[in-house]
């Protein structure tokens, strides 16, 4: 098969593709009656009443962040000490592997 072989099947499948679409549309999909329905109006078949929703006010409740924050405390936890692994700068990372001091535990994915 050449090129312009592949490419007259793929054009022909493309138009027939097309074609079955609009044959669709415009004979076998259900057709909107034509009154005094405007186009950009949506209907649904199903009828559900609204339900009026209203918030339920509760009291607030001091907690121990809001006694602390009135204190003047900082709020949050404290994670303790933070500790490094040894990084090191870009440029210093390039004098490593120019000398092969690092090491390789596993393979670097791309």
């Known amino acids: 098969m050449s090129w312009t072989n592949f490419l007259i099947l793929i054009f022909i499948i493309y138009i027939l593709y097309y074609a079955l679409i609009l044959f669709f549309d415009l004979f076998i999909s259900p057709k909107a ?23 339920v006010e509760e009291p607030e409740a001091s907690t121990v962040s809001d006694e602390a924050d009135a204190r003047g405390l900082k709020a949050g936890l404290s994670s303790g000490t933070i ?3 040894g990084g090191v700068g870009l440029k210093q990372l390039f004098s490593l592997a120019k000398n092969n001091l690092i090491e390789h535990t596993r393979a670097i994915p791309y």
């Open 83 to 85: 500790s490094s692994s």
């Open 33 to 55: 009656t034509t009154g005094d329905i405007a186009e950009d109006e949506l209907f649904f078949s199903q009828t559900f009443a609204p339900e009026l929703i209203t918030p």
